[in-house]
C-alpha cells in the first residue's frame, strides 16, 4: 500500500484482532500516512523499492494463501470501493453528473466505479451513464501514454517522484480493468504537472477544502479538460478526492513556504512575522483586507 489502504486495514484489524501486514515503500509515503498502521499494532515492513516492487514481493508472499491479500489485486476490496460512485449520485439527489474525474495509480478505483455506476443503471436508480476521466501524475503515467496510442500498446515505466506520492505507480495492476472501464463509458485519460497539481490544491483549498495532492491532480486535470473545450461549459463534474490533506501537511507547508523545487507557488499564503505592537497589527490587517 502506498498508504491508505494500510491504514484502513490496520485499523480493522486491530479492532477485529486480526494481524495485519502491511507492505510499505520505504521513505516514499507521508509520516501521517506511515504512523497510522504503526498505531494500529500492524507488522510494518518497509522495503527498500518503489510501490511496483513491493507489489512484486507481496504477491510473491501471498501465493500459498496463508496470508490473506487485502489490496486491490482482490476483487473483494474493488466491490467495497464500487460505493463511491453510488454515494456520490446520492448526495446529487440522484442526478448522474455529466463527468466524473479520479485520480488513479493502481487503478482498481476506476473499474469499481465503473461497476457501481453500471449497478445502479441495472437497477433502475439511474438512466444515463456518466463519462469517466482518469487523472494521472505526469511524472507516472503509464496509461496516459497507452490511452495516446488508442490503448493498442501499453509498457510499463518508472515512475518518477511525484508530490503524489499514493499514484506514484509504474506498472498498475488493475491497468485491465480500467481499459475496459474508460472504454465502456467513453473514458479520457489525462496527465496534470508537479506544478499544476501543487497550484491546483492550493487554489481549491481557498474554497474552505484542504485537499491531497492527487485531488490535486484530479483538479488540474478538471481545470486543463475545461479550458480546452473538452469538458464543455455548464457541464456537471465530480472530482473524486481520495485523501485528506491532514495527511500531507508537509507538503502542504512547504507550498506556502515556496519550498517546493521547481515550484512556483502562485497561492502561496505566508504568515506575517510581526512586532507585538498594536499599530504594526493594525496597519497589516488593514493593508491586507483594503
Known amino acids: ?18 494481524p495485519t501486514i502491511v507492505f510499505l515503500p520505504h521513505n516514499k509515503i507521508s509520516i501521517a500516512q506511515l504512523v497510522q498502521p504503526i498505531a494500529n499494532g500492524a507488522l510494518v515492513l518497509a522495503l527498500d523499492t518503489d510501490f511496483d516492487g513491493c507489489m512484486k514481493i507481496v504477491q510473491e508472499i501471498t501465493r500459498d494463501n ?6 486491490s489485486m482482490n476483487s473483494l476490496r474493488v466491490e467495497g470501493q464500487k460505493i463511491v460512485g453510488i454515494e456520490a449520485i446520492q448526495q446529487l439527489g440522484w442526478q448522474v453528473p455529466d463527468y466524473f474525474i479520479i485520480p488513479g495509480g493502481n487503478l482498481g478505483n ?13 437497477l433502475g436508480l ?6 469517466i476521466i482518469l487523472a494521472q501524475a505526469e511524472n507516472a503515467n503509464p496509461l496516459y501514454r497507452s490511452y495516446l496510442k488508442g490503448f493498442k500498446s501499453y509498457e510499463p515505466i518508472q515512475a518518477e517522484k511525484t508530490l503524489a506520492s499514493a ?3 509504474g506498472n498498475p495492476v488493475s491497468r485491465e480493468k480500467a481499459v475496459k472501464t474508460l472504454l465502456a463509458f467513453g473514458g479520457v485519460v489525462e496527465q496534470a504537472s508537479e506544478s499544476d497539481l501543487a497550484n491546483a490544491c492550493a487554489k481549491y483549498d481557498t474554497y474552505g477544502m484542504f485537499t491531497c495532492p492527487h ?10 479538460l475545461a479550458a480546452s473545450g473538452k469538458i464543455e461549459k455548464n457541464s456537471s463534474v465530480v472530482v473524486i478526492s481520495t485523501a485528506h490533506g491532514l495527511k500531507f501537511a508537509d507538503f502542504k507547508v512547504s507550498y506556502h513556504q515556496e519550498q517546493l523545487p ?4 502562485r497561492y502561496a ?17 488593514y493593508d491586507r483586507i483594503k
Not at 491508505?4 to 484482532?17: I, K, R, W
Not at 496463508?66 to 489490496?71: G, K, M, P, V
Open 1 to 18: 500500500s502506498t498508504g491508505d489502504t494500510s491504514a484502513a486495514l490496520s485499523a480493522y484489524g486491530a479492532y477485529s484482532g486480526i
Open 126 to 131: 439511474i438512466e444515463k451513464m456518466p463519462k
Open 66 to 71: 496463508s496470508i490473506y491479500l487485502a489490496n
Open 262 to 265: 521547481n515550484i512556483l507557488s
Open 215 to 224: 485531488t490535486g491532480v484530479a483538479l488540474a486535470v478538471l481545470e486543463k
Open 269 to 285: 499564503n505566508k504568515p506575517l512575522e510581526l512586532p507585538a505592537e498594536a499599530d504594526k497589527v493594525a496597519r497589516a490587517i
Open 167 to 169: 499514484i506514484q505507480i
Open 110 to 122: 476506476v473499474s469499481a466505479l465503473g461497476n457501481g455506476l453500471l449497478m445502479m443503471k441495472e
